[in-house]
C-alpha cells in the first residue's frame, strides 16, 4: 500500500529553526510537495521537489531523497504566523496526490 | 499566480437537502479538478477526480450518486451534494491542475465549510 508519514504534532520556539520530517512509500514517484495549512483555510503550496538535493526559498527550504523516501521541511527564523499545519504530498505514478496527515506546528514566544 | 475561487464559501442546510459547491479556475484552464474532504483535525481526503468532459473518478468509499460532480469546461467543476445529512457537515476543498501540466502543484480553493442541521 502508499503510505506517508510525518509526525503528528512539533513545538518549537519563535525565531528558532525546526525540521518536519516526512517518509513515503508509493507506487512510483513524480515529485513530493509541501504544503501549508492554517486552521479553517485551504492548503497553501510551500515547495516541490522532484530531484534530489536541497531547494531553498527564502525561510523555508526542502529536502528530497528519493532513495531513501524521505524529505524535510526546515523552517527557519520561526515566526508566530508559522504555527500551522505542514502537509507533505507525493505525486505517484498516476499523478495522483498521496497526502501525508500533516504535522501540526505549534510555535511559542 | 493561479487562482482557484470557491463558491459558497460557507453554507448551512437542512438535513435531506441538496448543496451545490462551485469551483473555478479564474486565470488558467484545468484540464482535471479535485475534490477533497477534511474533517476536523485530519487530513485532506481525496473524494474525486473530475476531468472535463468525462465522468468523474471517485475513490473507494465514496457515494458517486450522493456526491455528484459536473466538469462541462475546462475551468468550472461543481460537486452536488445529494440529500444532505449532519455526517456530510465537513470542510470542501477543491484543486484544479493546469491543462498538460500533469507534474506541476495543485492550486486549492478557499475551501467550503457546508454544515447539515
Known amino acids: 500500500g502508499q503510505n506517508i508519514d510525518q509526525p503528528t504534532e512539533m513545538t518549537a520556539t519563535e525565531g528558532a529553526i525546526v525540521q518536519i520530517n516526512c517518509t513515503y512509500q508509493?507506487?512510483?514517484?513524480?515529485?513530493l510537495f509541501w504544503y501549508q495549512q492554517h486552521a479553517g483555510e485551504a492548503p497553501t503550496f510551500l515547495s516541490y521537489?522532484?530531484l534530489d538535493g536541497l531547494e531553498e526559498k527564502g525561510r523555508f527550504s526542502s529536502f528530497l531523497s528519493r532513495s531513501k523516501g524521505y524529505s524535510y521541511l526546515l523552517l527557519k527564523e520561526l515566526q508566530m504566523k508559522d504555527s500551522a499545519s505542514y502537509l507533505c504530498?507525493?505525486?505517484?505514478?498516476?499523478?495522483?496526490?498521496?497526502w501525508g496527515a500533516g504535522t501540526k506546528l505549534i510555535i511559542k514566544p | 499566480g493561479a487562482v482557484v475561487s470557491q463558491h459558497p464559501s460557507w453554507v448551512i442546510c437542512k438535513s435531506g437537502t441538496s448543496v451545490k459547491i462551485e469551483c473555478r479556475s479564474l486565470?488558467?484552464?484545468?484540464?482535471?479538478m479535485f475534490w477533497y474532504r477534511q474533517f476536523p483535525k485530519q487530513s485532506l481526503m481525496l473524494m474525486a477526480t473530475?476531468?472535463?468532459?468525462?465522468?468523474?473518478?471517485?475513490e473507494q468509499g465514496v457515494e458517486k450518486d450522493k456526491f455528484l460532480i459536473n466538469h462541462a469546461s475546462l475551468t468550472l467543476s461543481t460537486l452536488t451534494v445529494t440529500s444532505a445529512h449532519p455526517e456530510d457537515s465537513s470542510f470542501y476543498i477543491c484543486?484544479?491542475?493546469?491543462?498538460?501540466?500533469?507534474?506541476?502543484?495543485?492550486?486549492f480553493g478557499p475551501g467550503t465549510r457546508l454544515t447539515v442541521t
Open positions: 473530475s476531468n472535463e468532459g468525462s465522468k468523474a473518478t471517485y
Open positions: 508509493t507506487s512510483g514517484f513524480n515529485g
Open positions: 486565470d488558467f484552464q484545468a484540464t482535471t
Open positions: 504530498a507525493v505525486l505517484d505514478s498516476n499523478y495522483q496526490l498521496i
Open positions: 484543486s484544479a491542475r493546469e491543462v498538460g501540466l500533469a507534474s506541476s502543484e495543485q492550486y
Open positions: 521537489n522532484v
